[in-house]
């Protein structure tokens, strides 16, 4: 009979330890008094949770350092070559300097070239360049698509595809100009709906920033000078969706006394009609670079110069052998108030004319002039 009560309390301490360790039996935890843990205010002496340790900041996502007036040090230089590793390092040999960056456009007839263009990432893949891309915002033979409907989000699907096919190929860095020159009304993705076109930008931005791995920086890129079809003012996006403004500026202009030059102007009259054109339409027009790289100090932004050259134009709207061009380009690059982030010669034959330096004897003049201020 006693081990009975010795067994039963033994059971009952057990029970109140158990109770006690709980905090229900003394209420320490139950400030209402009925037997129910509620939650209670820490202590205002209580100390602050502690910093994550070092293994936190190892698992950490580092962020991307995006490209500000603050953080800029020097142009990085390219050169469009088409997809053709071979030729920028042949054009490297022939400069005399690093070209660090290779720009470049895929096929773009419908949304698989846009999407999967494989041939060019697996051409680039391994490559010491940092890419530059041109992408459409539209395929150019695909009936039926809109800016509108990509602003619905009809289209996230493909530039998603496209930001982890950069991705898996090694191109998580690339720099990307959507929709280059959309101020011009000879591309797919120009419209006069800059609403549509703003929204559309902003889905493209957040969608492809949404894939892992990706360290992405976008080019909002313009047509440079007066008398374009759009005012690319109007289409600005927003500071969190643009990492560079980007101009396209070509030795062209159509403004009076500059460009065609007629066949009877040579030498010293040739020169003021290729200065002209510097001082009012591709430097001082109210959308000339001036203005460019007022707009982009405003918005803390560095700018580019993603396509840029002399052009013997099929039109005659171009300088031809213009020194002077590549004089003005050259000051305007290194000067650091415009913060230039960096620039791409467009050394390529097209149907509007050739900008070719290398390997070609069309422009004497301002080739030389080019090695002499560009080159090594």
Not at 115 to 135: A, I, M, N, T
Not at 144 to 162: N, P
Not at 187 to 209: C, G, K, L, N, P
Request: charged fraction near 30%; hydrophobic fraction near 35%.
């Amino acid at each position: 009979m006693a081990h009975r009560w010795l067994s039963a309390l033994l059971v009952l301490a057990v029970v109140l330890g158990v109770l006690l360790v709980a905090g229900i039996v003394d209420g320490e935890d139950d400030p209402g008094g009925d037997g129910v843990p509620v939650a209670t205010e820490a202590p205002l002496d209580a100390e602050e949770p502690s910093e994550p340790g070092p293994e936190a900041d190892v698992l950490a996502e580092e962020p991307i350092q995006r490209p500000t007036r603050d953080n800029w040090e020097r142009p990085m230089v390219g050169v469009f070559r088409s997809t053709n590793p071979d030729e920028v390092a042949a054009y490297e040999e022939w400069l005399g300097r690093p070209i660090e960056l290779a720009a470049d456009f895929s096929a773009r007839a419908n949304w698989w070239d846009i999407s999967r263009p494989d041939y060019l990432v697996e051409g680039w893949e391994g490559q010491e360049r940092r890419l530059v891309l041109g992408v459409a915002m539209l395929p150019e033979e695909v009936e039926g698509v809109s800016i509108q409907e990509g602003a619905d989000g009809e289209y996230d699907e493909y530039f998603r595809t496209l930001a982890e096919t950069l991705v898996a190929h090694g191109h998580e860095d690339a720099i990307l100009r959507l929709g280059w020159e959309f101020n011009i009304d000879g591309w797919r993705w120009s419209t006069e709906d800059e609403e549509a076109w703003i929204e559309y930008w902003r889905r493209i931005v957040t969608t492809m920033r949404e894939v892992e791995g990706q360290e992405f920086l976008f080019d909002w890129t313009v047509n440079n000078g007066a008398g374009n079809d759009y005012d690319a003012v109007e289409y600005y996006p927003g500071d969190e969706y643009v990492d560079f403004v980007g101009v396209d500026a070509y030795d062209v202009s159509g403004a009076r006394g500059t460009y065609p030059i007629p066949e009877d102007c040579l030498g010293e009259c040739a020169e003021e009609r290729r200065e002209r054109a510097w001082e009012v339409q591709i430097y001082g027009s109210d959308r000339g670079l001036e203005f460019w790289s007022d707009f982009a100090a405003e918005r803390g932004k560095q700018m580019s110069l993603p396509e840029w050259g002399v052009w013997d134009r099929t039109d005659d709207l171009g300088g031809g052998d213009n020194p002077h061009y590549i004089e003005q380009m050259a000051e305007f690059i290194e000067d650091p108030d415009n913060r230039v982030g960096y620039h791409s010669y467009f050394e390529s034959t097209n149907d509007g004319g050739t900008h070719r330096l290398w390997q070609s004897d069309r422009f004497p003049e301002a080739r030389e002039r080019y090695l002499e201020l560009f080159g090594g």
